[in-house]
Structures are given as structure tokens and as C-alpha cells.
DNA sequence: CCATGTGAACAAATTCACAGCA
DNA sequence: TGCTGTGAATTTGTTCACATGG
């Protein structure tokens, strides 16, 4: 039977992030050749506690063996078969601006799960321009473009003042999930999983720290 | 008397951010016109409850008025001036790749609060182009320009294999907390703020809601 | 032995319920 | 009466301590 409608349960943002995080340094060791790890020596690398380590993953099974560790390799592949990272996910971004533009190069990039297939303008200006290896095409054209390349996740940069009107022709359009980063609180679809990115945000909270280190 | 010293405690990361996103909001209602608003009112906003919200506002002391809300520029003003946003903190942007570039202009635009005021790159192709109003300087010379400007916060945004011998240089260089981009975990400076940005980790956790909601 | 996996203890964050003041 | 401010209860997240098995 197939673990994923087993393990697809509420696993919090928190433990999601984490293991994203695990991931990375998991690829990066294998890359360098390396086949075992423990939970303390992740613990070690993120300063995080042992235990929590092995309860988050935990959370997909028990697969690490007992006096040795984990094996790398089938520690990957299941967590990234419980994340959903084995398929791929096809992705589209909307606002060719500066940010959208390094943004697409930078998402679509070598990827085997993600995917950037197509990218949105509704500048006339900026319709037919090439960025990577694909062709801006005109923000009306969303719901054809959504239905023919099987985009799941819709990437917003697009200004402000834009980006509820431009959230909700995704939404419309057939896409199942936004990545945000205008500078707004979206009113969301309920059900319909979003993330926003709020580089400001990031900014103040860092202004805080400074505020209470000096005192 | 200064609040700051009495309120520069530790505030939670989760708490500072949703006090930056009622900020945002706040300055919003300000702009169209609106003097007072109700726990409730931004509750219903921002899918949270009441409770949280007066909490949140109460880690830095009492400003609502029973039976009436909170007046929305005395709110404005008491939670910029804890969070340290009254003062103006100089950033710089090292590596001025496309993403690098996109932020400089993104960061920096119009702003009191965070300013942008240099841009470094060690590509000597790179050195001497414009971004924006500012000249790229290399980043050699990040000592120097840390002092002579008063940087206080340094924008990684240099590839991953970089990343740590610029995190490094820019914490020797003087620069108070870093806002990193670079995919990869930083062995970060004991009691120096510092936060990370991950797209990769924010499309790992929408592919994982999309597999639950499918089951 | 050694490191995993996990129930029980603890801590943090949020909600509840209501007292207190305009 | 209406909405803030807050202790108490609850839920959520993390650590501890140890039983389990390679």
C-alpha cells in the first residue's frame, strides 16, 4: 500500500521547514560521498536537539537503523517521497519585474522537482521578451497556459496594488498553490495552500535584534 | 523616560513578525484615512484571534482604549519606535547577481526605515556598473565601506559556495546582523542576528500541502 | 554497546473567559 | 455597553530518559 495517504497527515510548518532543511545537507553529504549519519550529527550541523531530529522524522516512519544511524540514501528518498518531492511540480510566475526575473532564472534552474514553465507579463512591452529559456507571455492568456503545462504552483511578483487581483485569476485559473512575495496580506482561498514571503518583514525583525543587543 | 531599554527583552521571532504584518496593515489604514481599529477587526484581517493580537501588542506596554480600539497612529508610532523602525538602518548588498540586483533596487526603494547604501560584488566585470543611484564597489573593500557608511545590517546574496567566506567577512567587517539568501546553512556568529531566506524550503512545504489535499 | 524510537515531563504559544475601564 | 488587558486552561512543540534492537 502506498505510505502517502498515510503520511499526508497535518505535519506542522515548523517540522516541514526543518526537514526542507535536512534535506539540503543530506544531498549535500551524499554528494560528497558520505552513506551514514545520526540524529547527533545533524543535531551537530543545525543546533538543534538529537531527539527532535529523530521525532521529526519519525513523523514518515521509522528508518534509521538502531547503533548505526540512517542511511543517507533511503533517508532522501523517503522523506522526499513523503514531502512530495519525487514528482515534479510545475511552476509559473507572474510579474516579469526585476524580482520575478531573477526569481524565475533562479527557481527553474536545474531542478528536477521544481519547474519554472512559463512566465507572465501583462505589459505589452514586456510580452514576447525572452527570460532563460522562455517567452513572457500576456497575463490573459493564464488559464489556457495553467491547463496546457499542468502548472500546480503559481509564483506572484507582481507590485502591490496588483497582487490580490492577480492571486485570484490563479486561483481561478486551476492553480493549487501560491508562492507570495508582494508585500501584502492576500485574502486567501480557503483550502488552497499559500505561502507569502515578506523580505520587509525579515528586515524589521533583524531591526529588533539589533535594538535589544545594544540595549 | 526611554521605553527601549524597558522593552528590548526578548520578544519572539513569531511574535516580531506578525507585529511587522499589523504594521504593514496599520500604515495601510493610516493612508486611507482611518484613525481607530478594534483587536477584532484586525483579527478578521489576518485569520488570527483577538486575544493574540492585544497580546502581541501588550509585550510593549498598554496603548488601546477600552471600549474604543487602539488609535491607529499612536499604535503605528509605539510599535516602530520598539521594534527600532524610528531609526534609519543602513544596509549593503553583496553580490549582485540578478537576485542580488533585484533586491538592492527592491530594498532600498523609498524607504526611511532601511536604506540601501552600497551594492559590492568581487566580479572586477561587475565593479564600477550602476544599480540604481549606487556605484558596485568590490568587495574587498567591505571593511572600509562598512565604516565610512555605518552599516549596520550586510544582504548575503552570493552563490552557496561563497556564502560563508562572505558571511565571515562581513561580521569581521563590522556589520551588525545579516539577511542571507544563499541556499545553505551558515555557521553563524554566536549573539549576531541573522536570518535566512529559503525559497527552496517555501516550495518543499507547498508540495507537501499539495500531496495532503490530494490524498 | 550505540543510536534509534517514544512515552512522560516540560516549555512555549494560543485560546478562553472574564475583570476592568472608557 | 464594548473592547481592552490578562490570569487560567488548553493546545502545541521540545526535551528528557529510557526501553528496544541491530
Redesign the pocket.
Known sequence: MSEREIYALDV????LN?LSLYLRCLRALQEEGIHR??????ADQFQ???????????QF??????????DIGHLIERLQSALGLDQQHPLLVVGMGRLGTALARYLGFNDATFRVVAVLDNDPAKVGQEVGDLTIRHTEEIEEIVRELGVEIGVLTVPADAAQAVYDGLVDAGVQAVLNFAPVRLQLRPGLPSKSVDFRTHLEELAYLLLSKEG
Chains 1, 2 share one sequence.
Open positions: 506542522s510548518s515548523l517540522i526543518r549519519v545520526s540524529s547527533q550529527q545533524l538543534l536537539s538529537a531527539p527532535l531530529i529523530r521525532k521529526d522524522f519519525a516512519g521509522e528508518f534509521g537503523i538502531r547503533g548505526t544511524g540512517y
